[in-house]
Structures are given as structure tokens and as C-alpha cells.
């Protein structure tokens, strides 16, 4: 059982938005920095998102993070088939003292 | 751009030690970040193992602690991973990864490697 908790999965039309919800509690998410991976099937997880809502270079603005209280949310719009992957959120935890990631969310382009 | 590649054994017995290798390029692991562990078994998520600063600070999984070493050997710019007394649970894909952020509790991995399959069995 994973210490944040995200949807199994989430799907979509090409072209539309969908949300991809992570929740924690005040010892992770709360008081710490959200960063979000994208692992297509058979390769590295790649960064997507950081410090809550930061996207590194080279990836596109059709990708957005946020985060409220001790939930986190990452958007996706205009979406893509090639957009088809695995998304994990991750975080500090302050009294584990550890990273801890989501279960992972499978986002299908239908 | 750095690169990280991992190496080791894709087999490993039941009890015995589980060791790996990552070796960095592109980027010198001893001019800053910390540098991470992180595994995930067939089908299922990630689990971060552990991460390191070349100056030999650590961080450990507190569920793996116990059985785990990491270190870095700076002259040839490479990461090690020894995993003790393996089981058929610590089978997985393990990636090195650079852990970015660490040191004012931000936490990011920003690079990673291909990963390399260890698989525990007898």
C-alpha cells in the first residue's frame, strides 16, 4: 500500500484534459514538494513536473502540476496517444524521513 | 547532458547479495546532488531505496535500511548499490537516478538510467 494514493486509472479523448489527483497527509505532501513522472510501458520513468508545479526543460506547457493542502493534481490538456503511459507522484516524507511515491495512475488516450 | 547507466548480475540467489553498479557521465557526481536507488518490481510502482552525496551522506528506505548499502566512488564517478539477504520480494528493475533537490527538502530525480532487471531466485 503506497503512502500517496492516486487512481488506478484515467482516460480520454485525443484533444481533451483529464486530471490526475495525489493524495498524502501533512507529513509528505502537506509541508513538503510535489514532483511528477511519466514511465512509458518498458522504460525509465522521466520527469514531468517539480516543485509543485515547475516543468524542467524540454517539456511541453500541455503538462501542468498544483498543488492544495495535502493534495496534488496534474493536468494534462490537448492530450496525445503518445501521451499513453504510467504517472507517479512523489514527495518528501518528514517522519518517515524517505521518498514515497504513488501507486500510479495509467492514463489511456481512447 | 549527464547520463547514468546501470550494471550488475540479472541473477541472484535466494540469501546472497545483491550488487549493482552506475556508472555517471557527463555530469561529476562529487561537484553536488545526491544520487538515488529507486526499484520497481514487475507490474508494480516505484520504490525509492536510498540516496547518497559523494561526501557520504545518506538516506535509506527505513523498510530496507537494515540490509542496504550505498556508496560512491568518486574517481571512477560511479554509484554502488549492496543488497543483503535477498528474497524473491527484492526481484525488480532497479534505476540509478540523480536525486535533485535534496538538500533543502525539495526532492526531484531529474535523470535516470535505462534500469537493469535483478531477478532473486534459486
Known amino acids: 500500500q503506497s503512502v500517496l494514493t492516486q487512481p488506478p486509472s484515467v482516460s480520454a479523448a485525443p484533444g481533451q484534459k483529464v486530471t490526475i489527483s495525489c493524495s498524502g497527509s501533512n507529513s509528505n505532501i502537506g509541508n513538503n514538494y510535489v514532483s511528477w513522472y511519466q514511465q512509458v510501458p518498458g522504460t525509465a520513468p522521466k520527469l514531468l513536473i517539480y516543485d509543485n508545479d515547475k516543468r524542467p526543460s524540454g517539456i511541453p506547457d500541455r503538462f501542468s502540476g498544483s498543488k492544495s493542502g495535502t493534495s496534488a493534481t496534474l493536468g494534462v490538456t490537448g492530450l496525445q496517444t503518445g501521451d499513453e503511459a504510467d504517472y507517479y507522484c512523489?514527495?518528501?516524507?518528514?517522519?518517515?524521513?524517505?521518498?514515497?511515491f504513488g501507486g500510479g495512475t495509467k492514463l489511456t488516450v481512447l | 547532458q549527464v547520463q547514468l547507466q546501470e550494471s550488475g548480475p540479472g541473477l541472484v540467489k535466494p540469501s546472497e547479495t545483491l550488487s549493482l553498479t552506475c556508472a555517471v557521465s557527463?555530469?561529476?557526481?562529487?561537484?553536488?546532488?545526491?544520487w538515488a536507488w529507486i526499484r520497481q518490481p514487475p507490474g508494480k510502482g516505484l520504490e525509492w531505496i536510498g540516496s547518497?552525496?559523494?561526501?557520504?551522506?545518506?538516506y535509506y528506505n527505513p523498510s530496507l535500511k537494515s540490509r542496504l548499502i550505498v556508496s560512491a566512488d568518486t574517481s571512477k564517478n560511479q554509484l554502488s548499490l549492496k543488497l543483503t539477504s535477498v528474497t524473491a520480494a527484492d526481484t525488480a528493475v532497479y534505476y540509478c537516478?540523480?536525486?535533485?533537490?535534496?538538500?533543502?527538502?525539495?526532492?526531484?530525480?531529474?535523470?535516470w538510467g535505462q534500469g537493469t532487471l535483478v531477478t532473486v531466485s534459486s
Open positions: 512523489g514527495t518528501w516524507d518528514s517522519s518517515l524521513s524517505a521518498v514515497v
Open positions: 547518497m552525496y559523494h561526501s557520504g551522506s545518506t
Open positions: 537516478a540523480r536525486h535533485a533537490g535534496r538538500s533543502n527538502s525539495h526532492d526531484w530525480f531529474d535523470a
Open positions: 557527463g555530469y561529476s557526481i562529487s561537484s553536488g546532488y545526491f
